[in-house]
């Protein structure tokens, strides 16, 4: 599904990611973990499609070379990014941003739009699946949403577009133990056959809950380990530095 | 240009049999305008839009002589179809008709009125221009106790061969006590590169409600002009919403006389400019007593190498205790071309009381644009949901719902 082979980005001649390959096939979800400025949200970014890095390597997603597609796009094709840092959007309702986004995919793919009454049936069963609070659709956009909220909006949007690659940078620091086990229920509820999962974290907890099939450590922009599940325990125990 | 003045301003006196009275009021204004001409940079107010060069590149030589025995057609003005209104139908600066039919009859009465023989308030050269040009003026009164069913819409159009002229227009209104008049303008000219001015006093009696909408949206070479003079007593509301769009150049400015305690003014508005546009609102508001209120919020969004500027003043005299003002400003500039500047000033001699103000411009927030685009959105349709967003909370500032839905349709605002 996704093949990143000898990826190497800079900002500013400020190299981050260096060769960095990864394979992720349909169904697998891999486990990315690194110390912060590691260059998680980086890779992240880039394989979501934002401008401003300085890229070499292959990446391809289903065969398509992603460099080529527009960050649109590559959401039209089934790549998800849940943002490290959800972006406040004033002015823009919730529900509103999210049919908007729901019916652009499902028209760039050629799929019948949602009209009104069908998409609140499918928001609402979502929400309610994430315990997601109902009342807070009808705000703007994560303006005045917690923590919390705001990552659980991501994992929300996640699950009412259905992706076929989802990437969570971070998406557990800052959560509660109840809110932890209903993204990873909304993660759990999505892993199918041929749904596949990036999923970076910090720490070892969120696995605990979402068994991944591969985990890698990265250091530096540079994958320096990988292994199965035993690693991510291995790091909780020995931390980044001890690692090799 | 003064001689083409004095010209136009002969023939004009010879068009009808006006009473001395009203030839010396004419008189009086036109000499002033002569000594003092069009405002240019030199003058405060107008240190960003320097009117005199922009109708020398804009427009070249003006006349100013209109012919108001013609009667201009007036069945070719697109007229607002989403609601029910009253209207009035301005051509070359003449009122070719005034039609309140959904109202009662005897709750509204128009006047003609003449001028007074001097001119009490030397507002500036732009209205003396008007009062030496305007034809007989008219005085609407709103009785007591009356709220319009509808509101009235004034259309500002000009003839299809009318060109490289000035045009002024004048209309007064009285709100007696409790009345209550939601008033919207709308531009629809027929050509272009003309200079249209206009001038409007309103005075509001105790507890009148004064809500007036200005929309220049459709796209057009002119340059515009115009001046709101409001005068406001006890519990007195006046609502200003100005979208400013279409016109070459426009400025609005909004004079309110806070002369009654509890009255309140709200001035609001959108510049939304693409082009080489370059718009203005001058805002002026007076606390004069104790315990009044303004607010005021602008909003921009600004494309190419258009240019807003937002000069907002809030001037409060040593009576004027317990004031409440407030103003702020925010423009997205879209283009390193494009330019928003505001000049907020406070003018304030009482001690007690709450007056702020703030202004703030950037350009698009790329991250927010990234975050729209990974949801599958296009860059035009994230900026245009962006936009949107950063215009809603002063779009939501419209109290009249209806109106709200007509300003939202123009701006193409969805929900
Ligand atoms: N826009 C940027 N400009 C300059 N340096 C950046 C930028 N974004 C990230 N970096 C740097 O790149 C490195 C990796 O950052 P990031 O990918 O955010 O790490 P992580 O998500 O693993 O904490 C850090 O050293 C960070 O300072
Ligand atoms: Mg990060």
Known sequence: ??????????????????????????????????????????????????????????????????????TEERAHKGIFLAFQYPLEIPGVNTNVFLKTSLNAIKK?????????????????????????????????????????????????????????????????????IDALKTVADGVNALRKKNNSFLIITHY???????????????????????????????LEKKGYENIN | ?????????????????????????KETNFKEFLKQGFPNRKLENWKFSD?????????????????????????????ISELEHNKIIIVDGKIEKIDFKFEDKDKIEVLVEQGEETIKENINSLINLNNAFSNKFCKIIIKKNYSLKKPLVIYHSTNKNTQSKNTNSRIDFKLEENACLRLIDIFKENSEKNFLNIYYNFQLDKSSILKNYKIDKSINNNVKYSYNNVKQETNSISETFILSSGSKFF????NCDLLGQHSSAFVNGIFDLD????????????????????????????????????????????????????????????????????????????????CSHGSSSGSL??????????????????????????????????????IKNLIKNLLGVKE
């Open chain 1, 1 to 70: 599904m996704l093949k990143i082979n000898n990826l190497c980005a800079k900002i500013d001649s400020k190299s981050i990611l260096q060769d960095f390959k990864l394979e992720i096939n349909p169904g697998e979800v891999h486990a990315i973990m690194g110390p912060n400025g590691s260059g998680k949200s980086t890779l992240s970014n880039i394989l979501s499609g934002k401008k401003g890095y300085d890229v070499t390597g292959e990446v391809l997603f289903e065969n398509n070379d992603l460099f080529s597609l527009e």
């Open chain 1, 108 to 176: 760039a793919r050629g799929e019948k739009e949602l009209d009104a009454i069908q998409f609140l049936k499918l928001v609402k069963e979502k929400a309610k699946e994430l315990k997601f609070d109902k009342e807070k659709l009808g705000r703007q956009l994560n303006v005045g949403f917690s923590g919390g909220e705001k990552k659980k909006n991501e994992i929300l949007q996640m699950s009412i577009l259905n992706p076929k690659l989802s990437i969570l940078d971070e998406t557990d620091s800052g959560l509660d």
């Open chain 1, 204 to 234: 070892q907890r969120l696995l605990e809950y979402i068994k991944p099939d591969f985990v890698h450590v990265l250091m530096n922009g540079k994958i320096i380990k990988s292994g199965g599940p035993e690693l991510a325990l291995e």
């Open chain 2, 1 to 25: 240009m003064e001689e083409q003045l004095k010209i136009d301003f002969e023939k004009k006196l010879k068009d009808f049999s006006y009473s001395d009275q009203e030839k010396k009021f």
């Open chain 2, 51 to 79: 009117l005199n060069q922009i109708i020398k590149s804009n427009i070249g030589e003006l006349t100013f002589y209109n012919d108001y025995k013609k009667e201009n057609q007036i069945d070719k003005i697109e007229l």
């Open chain 2, 251 to 254: 400025k609005n400015e909004i």
């Open chain 2, 275 to 354: 082009e080489e546009n370059h718009h203005e609102i001058k805002s002026n508001i007076n606390h004069l007593v104790e315990n009044t209120k303004s607010y005021q919020l602008v909003k921009s969004v600004l494309e190419k190498k258009s240019k807003a500027v937002y000069q907002g003043k809030i001037f409060v005299n040593s009576e004027a205790q317990k004031t409440d003002g407030y103003q702020l400003s925010n423009a997205i500039l879209l283009s390193e071309n494009s330019e928003f500047n505001a000049k907020p000033e406070l003018e304030i001699y009482a001690d007690d009381v709450k």
């Open chain 2, 365 to 402: 927030d790329e991250n927010s644009i990234f975050y729209l685009m990974s949801r599958g959105l296009n860059y035009q349709e994230a900026k245009k949901l962006l936009i949107n967003g950063f215009l809603l909370d002063v779009i939501e500032k419209i109290t009249d719902e209806e």
